[in-house]
């Protein structure tokens, strides 16, 4: 393999991760921030604890909450630990990823307005079935 453009390929991938640095600081820090700040009484008031009802307000906030799949896990883990259910993290999660409500105008402009609605709706009730196998195939296996 050519070493300047191995050397090339290496300084192009430091510099994406230094770039992203501050991001994932920065969702560090939030997260930390709201786990600290909102008491586990308010998140189990909002997620019932029924499956079914987590996965759908997993999936609305998330959708609302538009994010980056690198943030989604650090974000993940600050929620299961503040004590919010699997199903609800999962399908936040699926959602935050894959259902773009804040970028839907943009992308509607782009890619179509009936496209961008049916990939978004898609989105989302794929990420509630999701949530919802992965807490049982979960469960199957404990």
């Known amino acids: 393999m050519n070493r300047s453009r191995l050397r090339e390929a290496f300084d192009k991938t430091n510099r994406m991760f230094v770039s992203a640095l501050p991001i994932l600081l920065g969702m560090l820090l939030l997260?930390?921030?709201?786990?600290?700040?909102?008491?586990k009484r308010f998140s189990h008031a909002l997620f019932s604890?029924?499956?079914f009802w987590d996965a759908l307000e997993g999936a609305l906030f998330g959708s609302i909450?538009?994010?980056?799949?690198?943030?989604?896990?650090?974000?993940?883990?600050?929620l299961l630990e503040a004590g919010i259910g699997?199903?609800?993290v999962t399908a936040l999660i699926l959602s935050w990823v894959t259902v773009g409500t804040v970028q839907l105008p943009?992308?509607?402009l782009f890619l179509g307005k009936r496209f961008?609605?049916?990939r978004n709706a898609i989105s989302f009730v794929l990420?509630?079935?999701?949530?919802?196998?992965?807490t049982e195939t979960m469960a199957l296996l404990q």
Not at 65 to 76: C, K, R
């Open 106 to 108: 943009a992308e509607s």
């Open 49 to 51: 604890g029924q499956p």
């Open 116 to 118: 961008a609605l049916w």
């Open 65 to 78: 909450a538009t994010g980056q799949p690198v943030t989604s896990y650090i974000l993940g883990k600050g």
């Open 86 to 88: 699997l199903t609800a």
């Open 127 to 134: 990420a509630v079935a999701v949530s919802l196998l992965v």
């Open 31 to 39: 997260v930390g921030m709201v786990v600290s700040i909102l008491p």
